[in-house]
């Protein structure tokens, strides 16, 4: 985690962090040993860095966090849900390029 606008998300900051105002938050439910959470994980420093002033980005290592992730139904990960507000706009499954991302950040700022 590179740089201040990425946030390691639990039960106790996870509404605060969402509910930021004037800021997207991307939440990234992974897991240490899953390849594809790995894979993406070099986008979400991107697009902190890139979005440094508009957007937060929240991990949830749902090993550590699992009632967490039981909370939101996560059942399959990498999943990605964005939060404007407190309240979840969008959600990506699966593994996706970079771009699918950055188009996620950018329909909604």
Known sequence: MSTSNIVALNKENFYDVTSTENK???VDFRA???APCQAIAPFFDRLAEEYQD???I???DIDEQRELAMDFGISSIPT???YRNGVM???LVGSRPYQDY???VDRNI
């Open 24 to 26: 997207l938050t991307i």
């Open 32 to 34: 240490d040993w899953c």
């Open 54 to 56: 508009k957007l937060i």
């Open 58 to 60: 929240g991990i949830i």
């Open 80 to 82: 990605i849900q964005l």
């Open 89 to 91: 706009i969008e959600t």
């Open 102 to 104: 950055k188009n996620l």
